[in-house]
Nanobody, 127 residues
Framework: QLQVVESGGGLVQAGGSLRLSCAASGFNLDGGYIMGWFRQAPGAEREGVACIDKNSFAWYKDPGKRRFTISRDNAKNTADLQISGLKPEDSGVYYC????????????????????WGIGTLVTVSS
């Protein structure tokens, strides 16, 4: 079965850190897939947080903030998102996505080329 599965969400206090993991199965990430993490807050659209290509070049929605770090391990078929200095506005459902035939910004900014979506993992940051 071709899928991506997220893990690592939960309830965290503001200022804390969290590491979200995404495991792909049924396909190989080194086959040229771009991996991305998206967040959807209640009542809001799903937005790209960070995307990374097979060579580990990354695109971030807010590159100046440096609180989010995306990484991938092609050998393990995983892509992670490290979040530090968590804020209540970081809360939402975080989705992992795998895309092809697209670019980093295109996939993250407009969800172009997304082929697989995970079911999401909930992150709640308490103040």
């Amino acid at each position: 079965q071709l899928q991506v599965v997220e893990s690592g969400g939960g309830l965290v206090q503001a200022g804390g850190s969290l590491r979200l993991s995404c495991a792909a199965s049924g396909f190989n990430l080194d086959g040229g897939y771009i991996m991305g993490w998206f967040r959807q807050a209640p009542g809001a659209e799903r937005e790209g947080v960070a995307c990374i290509d097979k060579n580990s070049f990354a695109w971030y929605k807010d590159p100046g903030k440096r609180r989010f770090t995306i990484s991938r391990d092609n050998a393990k078929n995983t892509a992670d998102l490290q979040i530090s200095g968590l804020k209540p506005e970081d809360s939402g459902v975080y989705y992992c996505a795998a895309g092809t035939r697209t670019g980093l910004q295109a996939m993250c900014a407009s969800r172009s080329g997304v082929k697989y979506w995970g079911i999401g993992t909930l992150v709640t940051v308490s103040s």
